[in-house]
Structures are given as C-alpha cells and as structure tokens.
C-alpha cells in the first residue's frame, strides 16, 4: 500500500484567512485551527479522498501547540514558509498538497512538485451576520 498523500497546512495564512480575532490569541488560534483539521486526515480534502497526512506548520507565538492524533505539528525554527518548502521538497516522490494562499510560496513549492490549494480547502469563511449564505 503507498503512503497517503502529505498535506502540508500553512497555519499562519490558514489562521490569518478569516478575521475572526485571532491575533489576540495566535496559539490559541493554530490550536482552534489543528483540532478543526482532524477530520480531513481520515476523510481527505475535497477532490482528494482520505487517508491522508496531515502536518500543520506553526512559526512565532504558535510554536508551542503539540500534536493531536490525525494532525502532526511542526514548530518552525524561523520562517514557516522555508519549513514548508523543506517538507515539501523531502517528500521524494510522494504526492503533496500545501494548503496556503501565499503566492510567494505557492511558487516555492510547486516548484518541487507539490499542488497548492487555498485556506476555504479547510476553513469555510463563517456565516454571515445577517444569515444569507456566503458565495
């Protein structure tokens, strides 16, 4: 059996995607965000049917939130974009999916193969105040 596709979740532009408060509370958000991704390792992403591996790269004020079953953290030592481009170009031949809107590391990584899909992947924007349903 091959391993599952690696999905490699940029948790500072995830995090930064929905202005919900979240820098009054960054590691309290990229935790709120590592719990909200453990159903995707067994289910998958949409297009991309699961199991697959789910890795969270936090940098800053996040680097202390641990791993859950399902989710594996990893702490940038600086930048988490170099740690994502670092995962993704290690990956050998396996297939990977970075989930970031970054465009400076969109480039990075495809550039080692990897597909790129955006935050909404696996944080829907929240509903609207007035209740209508968002496009």
């Known amino acids: ?80 974009d170099d740690r994502i481009a670092e995962l993704a170009a290690s990956r050998g031949e396996r297939p990977c999916v970075v989930v970031t809107a970054d465009r400076g590391l969109r480039q990075r990584v495809e550039a080692y193969g990897a597909r790129c899909v955006g935050p909404r992947t696996v944080r829907p924007l929240p509903p609207r105040r007035d209740g209508r349903a968002r496009p």
Request: no cysteine; proline share 10%; glycine share 16%.
């Open 1 to 80: 059996m091959s391993e599952p596709v690696l999905v490699i979740v940029d948790a500072a532009n995830v995090v930064g995607s929905v202005p919900d408060g979240w820098w009054r509370d960054r590691r309290g958000a990229a935790e709120r965000l590592r719990d909200s991704l453990v159903p995707y390792a067994a289910d998958g992403l949409p297009g991309l049917p699961g199991p697959v591996e789910l890795v969270l790269v936090v940098e800053g004020a996040a680097r202390g939130v641990g791993p859950v079953p399902g989710v594996r953290v990893e702490a940038a030592d600086g930048s988490g």
